[in-house]
């Protein structure tokens, strides 16, 4: 199969189910607090909650530069079937959960698990697609996390139908059974390292291996990589805010129950963030091929779009007001969303691709676990809907950082593409 020329296309669609698990694992359980709490009295406290959320967040966050220098080195395919093994298994002893610290560490080591996912498979999408293809190829696959995020919403439905224990346990048995199946059918690309090529070749043909320290400051050397921290960092405020806050933003601005507000907010960001992502990719690859900044600037308009976005969330009172306001987020965000490791492929060697994008993923989930506590203090003091809103500051310094200062080369290309 790896030699069908069709297999790139094929592998974004094996990585697609792989990332809507990978965030459908973890967005259930803030669905299902009310059905938990009735078994495991400490989820009742709001504090202890935020704890579980807290501890997959922060490990997550420092995990996920491990995981990206760990797959840049190994044959990428086993981490991604590994990792995908784990956090199923957690998943399934979820179900299995009888105290508040067992249901602790799991989260916690679903944080490990779940890091190594996502710089191991962005990179390798990167390796396989060309830049005539790279930003719609990833763009795809990140329309699969979105797609996970909208139906975790759907964990507290299924629970009051059956239990929180049956959620859990199904959806831990779906994965443990895919990642058997990917065992067979997924291939990392040859070459890369721990790949059946990268073994037969000679040891005097074998470049050096370079050290962690050595890859670490070859990245933080240059000035492009700190300006793509920070466009990467700055959109994950809010980013984060409509994954944390938006449906209780909605619940406010509109005075309705939040079993309305949730889907209604959910549902829109994920629907808006995959036409960005097919208005962004396709626009990218083809800019690309005429102007070299052609994926920044796809990357910037989309970014724009997202400033009078949050504005119009912030102070929103009326549907159509907050629904068109958060499908223009999701759509600028989706544009975004795309373009950050083709741009990051313009900037940085192949070689360590993957450790740069867990450097950056690192960057924006400790933004997220920033700005939920942040909003967490402007929904008690009445102030969510401004404090929303106050995020396009920190958008609008990112583009213009990026446009000023992000110098991007030519891509690489490969002669077996």
Same mark, same amino acid.
């Given at each position: 199969?790896?030699?069908?020329?069709?297999?790139?296309?094929?592998?974004?669609?094996?990585?697609?189910?792989?990332?809507?698990?990978?965030?459908?694992?973890?967005?259930?359980?803030?669905?299902?607090? +009310?059905?938990?709490?009735?078994?495991?009295?400490?989820?009742?406290?709001?504090?202890?909650?935020?704890?579980?959320?807290?501890?997959?967040?922060?490990?997550?966050?420092?995990?996920?530069? %491990?995981?990206?220098?760990?797959?840049?080195?190994?044959?990428?395919?086993?981490?991604?079937? &590994?990792?995908?093994?784990?956090?199923?298994?957690?998943?399934?002893?979820?179900?299995?959960?009888?105290?508040?610290?067992?249901?602790?560490?799991?989260?916690?080591?679903?944080?490990? +698990?779940?890091?190594?996912?996502?710089?191991?498979?962005?990179?390798?999408?990167?390796?396989?697609?060309? +830049? $005539?293809?790279?930003?719609?190829?990833?763009?795809?696959?990140?329309?699969?996390?979105?797609? &996970?995020?909208?139906?975790?919403?759907?964990?507290?439905?299924?629970?009051?139908?059956?239990?929180?224990?049956?959620?859990?346990?199904?959806?831990?048995?779906?994965?443990?059974?895919?990642?058997?199946?990917?065992?067979?059918?997924?291939?990392?690309?040859?070459?890369?390292?721990?790949?059946?090529?990268?073994?037969?070749?000679?040891?005097?043909?074998?470049?050096?291996?370079?050290?962690? &320290? $050595?890859?670490?400051?070859?990245?933080?050397?240059?000035?492009?990589?700190?300006?793509?921290?920070?466009?990467?960092?700055?959109?994950?405020?809010?980013?984060?805010?409509? $994954?944390?806050?938006?449906?209780?933003?909605?619940?406010?601005?509109?005075?309705?129950?939040?079993? $309305?507000?949730?889907?209604?907010?959910?549902?829109?960001?994920?629907?808006? +963030?995959?036409?960005?992502?097919?208005?962004?990719?396709?626009?990218?690859?083809?800019?690309?091929?005429?102007?070299?900044?052609?994926?920044?600037?796809?990357?910037?308009?989309?970014?724009?779009?997202?400033?009078?976005?949050?504005?119009?969330?912030?102070?929103?009172?009326?549907?159509?007001?907050?629904?068109?306001?958060?499908?223009?987020?999701?759509?600028?965000?989706?544009?975004?969303?795309?373009?950050?490791?083709?741009?990051?492929?313009?900037?940085?060697?192949?070689?360590?691709?993957?450790?740069?994008?867990?450097?950056?993923?690192?960057?924006?989930?400790?933004?997220?676990?920033?700005?939920?506590? %942040?909003?967490?203090?402007?929904?008690?003091? &009445?102030?969510?809907?401004?404090?929303?809103?106050?995020?396009?500051?920190?958008?609008?310094?990112?583009?213009?950082?990026?446009?000023?200062?992000?110098?991007?080369?030519?891509?690489?290309?490969?002669?077996?593409?």
């Amino acid at each position: 199969m790896k030699r069908n020329k069709a297999y790139p296309w094929i592998l974004v669609g094996l990585l697609w189910f792989v990332a809507i698990l990978n965030y459908l694992d973890r967005q259930m359980l803030s669905t299902m607090q +009310s059905s938990m709490q009735l078994d495991i009295r400490e989820l009742a406290i709001a504090e202890n909650f935020g704890r579980l959320m807290g501890i997959f967040l922060l490990i997550y966050g420092l995990m996920s530069p %491990i995981a990206g220098m760990i797959a840049d080195r190994v044959n990428r395919k086993w981490l991604i079937v &590994g990792s995908l093994f784990v956090w199923s298994a957690v998943t399934y002893g979820m179900g299995h959960a009888e105290t508040y610290q067992q249901v602790y560490w799991l989260r916690a080591l679903m944080g490990v +698990s779940e890091a190594l996912y996502l710089p191991t498979g962005l990179a390798m999408i990167a390796d396989f697609h060309s +830049s $005539k293809t790279r930003s719609l190829a990833i763009g795809i696959h990140m329309s699969g996390l979105y797609t &996970g995020q909208a139906l975790g919403g759907f964990g507290a439905t299924i629970a009051a139908n059956y239990s929180w224990q049956t959620v859990f346990h199904w959806f831990g048995i779906v994965g443990i059974v895919y990642a058997l199946i990917l065992i067979f059918i997924l291939h990392d690309k040859e070459g890369h390292g721990g790949t059946k090529k990268a073994k037969l070749v000679p040891k005097s043909q074998k470049a050096k291996k370079e050290s962690f &320290g $050595k890859s670490l400051a070859i990245l933080f050397s240059t000035l492009s990589f700190w300006i793509m921290l920070f466009y990467f960092m700055a959109p994950s405020f809010p980013g984060w805010a409509t $994954k944390n806050w938006l449906p209780t933003l909605f619940s406010e601005n509109l005075g309705v129950e939040m079993a $309305k507000a949730g889907p209604m907010a959910t549902i829109s960001i994920a629907i808006a +963030s995959f036409i960005g992502v097919l208005i962004g990719g396709p626009l990218s690859d083809r800019w690309v091929q005429k102007n070299i900044r052609g994926r920044m600037y796809t990357s910037a308009i989309g970014l724009t779009l997202t400033i009078p976005s949050l504005i119009l969330l912030g102070f929103g009172h009326s549907y159509a007001g907050l629904i068109g306001a958060a499908m223009l987020f999701g759509i600028g965000f989706g544009m975004f969303d795309t373009n950050n490791m083709p741009i990051l492929c313009q900037i940085i060697p192949e070689k360590y691709r993957a450790t740069a994008y867990g450097f950056m993923n690192m960057m924006g989930v400790f933004a997220g676990y920033a700005v939920t506590l %942040i909003l967490g203090s402007s929904t008690d003091a &009445g102030n969510l809907g401004v404090d929303f809103s106050k995020l396009a500051i920190v958008v609008i310094v990112a583009v213009i950082l990026m446009l000023v200062f992000l110098k991007p080369k030519k891509e690489l290309t490969y002669t077996n593409e």
